[in-house]
Each structure stands twice: as C-alpha cells, then as structure tokens.
C-alpha cells in the first residue's frame, strides 16, 4: 500500500489488451470493476471483443479475469442488488440492422449475476431487454431499474427515445409506460426513499429530471437549474444530500466547464446549482462519496496546451463548493470512465485514447488508466 500522499498511479495495474473498464463498485469483499477486453485475434466480428472483470480487496492490487461465459461481451454497467451482483452489456459487435454474420447466441444486451465477483452466470436474456441502450442501472428498493434510450420498430433510422426498464430477478425486464421523455436518459441517482433520472445530453440541452417515489414506476418531471450550460453524467446520494455532477462547453467556443446540482431532503424532485465559476478548461465525469464528503474526477482540456490535457479530481464536503484536490497528468488526452471508493480507498478508472494522427508513434495497447488514493489523503 502507499502512503498517505494522494493519488498514485498504478503503473502495473493488470489490462493486458484491455480496451476500457467501464464500471466499479465496492462491496463487503473489496472491489469489483467490469469492462472489456480485446478479444480473439483473426476470428469473425462477434470476436472482437471480450468480457472482463477486475477484482481487489483494497483497491491497489488486482487480478484480472476474462471469464469464459462472457465471451464476446461488452460489459457496461456493474451494481450489487440483495446480495448479489449483475453485470449487464452488449454481445457481439453488431445491431440487429449491422451485415456482420455469424452472429454470436444472445447477441444483444446480457445480464451476467454473481455472489463473489469472481464466479458468474449467465441470465436468460430478456427480449423487451435485448437492444436496450443504456447508461446507468442501479437498485431501488425490490427493483433494479435501467436507464438509457430504445428505438421503436416503427420509428426513423437513428430515432431513439428514453427508456426506463425494471426487473425483480435480473432476468424478466420490464420497459415502464409513460416513463420520462425525451432523446435519452444520461444517469440515474437512488436514495432510500425516491429515485431521479437525467435527460438530454452535452449536445442537446436543456437537461430535464426526473423523479420517482415507487421504484421507477411512476414519474414526475422536477426541477433543474442551470439546465442549458451542462449535460449530467453521474450522481450519488448519501445522507439525505444527493449530488449530480457533468461537463458541457461553451457555446461556439472549444472550451470545457464543469457543473454541480444538489437536492436536500431525499425526495429529489428540485436541484439547485448549474455551472461552477473557476473551473474552465475542466469537464466533470464521475462522482463517489467519501467519510467527508463527495469526490468528483474528471478531465482537463485547453488547445495548444499539452500541460493542460489530463485528468483532475475534485472534493467538496456539502457538493456545493468544490475546489481541486489533483492532477491526474497520466490520463493525457483521453476520458476519465468512473470512480468508486470503500473502506480502502478510492479508485479512479480511466481511458486514454491511441494518437491516430501523429503516424511517428507505434499504437499502444496500454489504453487503460488507474490511480488509487488512501482516504486520509482526501480529508
């Protein structure tokens, strides 16, 4: 392990022909972190990719997994639901409209289930389910809800429409009728007492919420401020107090802001905040909760300045006022992807894109990107 001077970056971190760890989540026995891996080389297009999965017990060391059943998988969400966790995402590389046979069985959206993060099954896939997009899936009371878009058989090529599905087991999937509106759904919080989903996107504002009181059964729009400047891309509630974090850009202009939205009270149905003064040239992405607060990452970006081109993390105690804890410089010109935090510590996931345009240097597999910090660091 470390010592107590904030984040390192884990330079050994096992992702071998790993194109990008997509999800994370702590649980009693550690750390459990999903995403996907090159698959077999010279096979047809369903073997393009392949399911993986990282496991830890404190966050700094790591086994990599690629388990045999998630063959041809593109995982894309992970959450722990009574006890158990379900991976869920897409198998093999094509849409059901995409000429690239032979398509692999189950193609489509998959849900994966595990006691130990470590042994896995595949569930019977749920046909309402099977071309599901989606963007966040989390557990809310009896249910797991899903969040994302669909298309409807009858609509235009490219139309999509926000979606929210449900299930009791992981298996049987449920779309909700008259759920929220709009293009698509970008994240979802749940509290102990109502649930809120995010509209809209960076390129489509104005963002909308959503909120429900039952599980995602029923909706109702809320309120948010600050709706045109970002879109929303994570939340985390904790103690009555939930946090929504994003990033957009400036009108005309190639520059990133950041934003944050609070709701006191857990019903979530009013947001306040929106764009965060002093923080250009950054782009929030993902935010966990710690003993003394919340912790946001995210990316830096200004053109014509390599030293501005990375990653950075964030703290705030009351997610209202937020002031920069690091800079992760390892990231350079790619997408931080998520962060989650334990007992351990904390651990940022990240993605950083191949150079396609300077042909002087050789591609790199080395795609993938972890730092880890002691919480101690962030107090």
Same mark, same amino acid.
């Not at 959206?109 to 019977?124: A, F, I, K, T």
């Given at each position: 392990?470390?010592p107590?001077?904030?984040?390192?970056?884990?330079?050994?971190?096992?992702?071998?022909?790993?194109l990008?760890?997509?999800?994370?989540?702590v649980?009693q026995?550690?750390?459990?972190a999903v995403?996907k891996?090159f698959?077999?080389?010279?096979?047809?297009?369903?073997?393009?990719?392949?399911?993986?999965?990282?496991?830890?017990?404190?966050?700094?060391n790591?086994e990599?997994?690629?388990?045999?059943?998630?063959?041809?998988?593109?995982?894309?969400?992970?959450v722990?639901?009574?006890?158990?966790?379900?991976a869920t995402?897409?198998?093999?590389?094509?849409?059901?409209d995409?000429?690239?046979?032979?398509?692999?069985?189950?193609?489509g959206r998959?849900?994966w289930?595990?006691?130990? +993060?470590?042994?896995?099954e595949?569930?019977?896939?749920?046909?309402?389910?099977?071309?599901?997009?989606?963007?966040?899936?989390?557990?809310?009371?009896?249910y797991?809800?899903?969040?994302?878009?669909?298309?409807?058989?009858d609509?235009?090529?490219?139309?999509a429409t926000?979606? *929210?599905?449900r299930?009791?087991?992981g298996?049987d999937?449920?779309?909700?009728?008259? %759920?929220?509106?709009?293009?698509?759904?970008?994240?979802?919080?749940?509290s102990?007492?109502a649930?809120?989903?995010?509209?809209?996107?960076?390129?489509a504002?104005p963002?909308?919420?959503? @909120?429900?009181?039952?599980?995602?059964a029923t909706w109702?729009?809320g309120?948010l401020e %600050?709706?045109m400047?970002c879109?929303?891309?994570?939340?985390v509630?904790?103690?009555?107090?939930?946090?929504?974090? %994003?990033?957009?850009?400036?009108?005309?202009?190639?520059e990133?802001?950041?934003?944050?939205?609070t709701?006191?009270g857990g019903?979530m149905?009013?947001?306040?905040?929106?764009?965060?003064?002093?923080?250009?040239?950054?782009?929030?992405r993902?935010?966990?909760?710690?003993?003394?607060?919340?912790?946001? *990452?995210g990316?830096?970006y200004k053109?014509?300045?390599?030293?501005?081109? %990375?990653?950075?993390?964030?703290?705030?105690?009351? +997610?209202?006022?937020?002031?920069?804890a690091?800079?992760l410089?390892?990231?350079?010109?790619?997408?931080i992807k998520?962060?989650?935090a334990?007992?351990?510590?904390i651990?940022?996931?990240?993605? @950083?894109?191949?150079?396609?345009?300077?042909?002087?240097?050789?591609?790199?597999?080395?795609?993938?990107?972890?730092?880890f910090?002691?919480?101690?660091?962030l107090?």
């Amino acid at each position: 392990m470390p010592p107590d001077a904030g984040f390192v970056f884990l330079n050994d971190f096992p992702a071998d022909a790993t194109l990008e760890i997509s999800a994370a989540i702590v649980t009693q026995d550690g750390f459990v972190a999903v995403g996907k891996d090159f698959g077999t080389a010279g096979g047809s297009a369903s073997d393009i990719f392949a399911g993986a999965v990282w496991l830890s017990r404190d966050g700094y060391n790591w086994e990599h997994l690629r388990p045999a059943v998630m063959a041809h998988a593109q995982l894309d969400q992970l959450v722990e639901f009574h006890g158990q966790l379900y991976a869920t995402g897409m198998v093999g590389a094509c849409f059901p409209d995409a000429d690239c046979t032979p398509l692999p069985e189950n193609t489509g959206r998959n849900v994966w289930r595990s006691r130990d +993060g470590r042994d896995w099954e595949l569930l019977p896939q749920s046909l309402t389910f099977q071309w599901a997009s989606l963007t966040d899936v989390v557990a809310a009371g009896d249910y797991l809800v899903a969040v994302g878009a669909y298309s409807d058989p009858d609509a235009a090529p490219g139309a999509a429409t926000a979606g *929210v599905w449900r299930s009791t087991d992981g298996m049987d999937w449920a779309l909700v009728p008259h %759920g929220p509106s709009g293009l698509g759904l970008q994240a979802a919080v749940s509290s102990e007492s109502a649930l809120a989903v995010f509209g809209s996107d960076l390129f489509a504002p104005p963002i909308t919420v959503w @909120q429900s009181d039952d599980s995602a059964a029923t909706w109702t729009q809320g309120s948010l401020e %600050g709706a045109m400047e970002c879109a929303v891309s994570a939340g985390v509630s904790a103690a009555g107090s939930s946090v929504a974090i %994003g990033g957009g850009r400036h009108e005309g202009v190639d520059e990133l802001v950041s934003c944050a939205w609070t709701s006191v009270g857990g019903d979530m149905a009013t947001w306040h905040g929106g764009l965060l003064d002093g923080f250009d040239w950054t782009m929030m992405r993902a935010v966990t909760v710690v003993p003394s607060g919340f912790v946001a *990452v995210g990316q830096t970006y200004k053109p014509n300045s390599s030293t501005a081109r %990375g990653g950075a993390a964030w703290t705030s105690k009351d +997610g209202v006022t937020w002031r920069e804890a690091t800079r992760l410089p390892e990231l350079g010109n790619g997408m931080i992807k998520t962060v989650v935090a334990g007992p351990r510590g904390i651990v940022v996931f990240g993605t @950083q894109f191949p150079d396609l345009l300077n042909p002087g240097e050789s591609p790199s597999l080395d795609w993938v990107k972890v730092w880890f910090a002691p919480l101690s660091a962030l107090e």
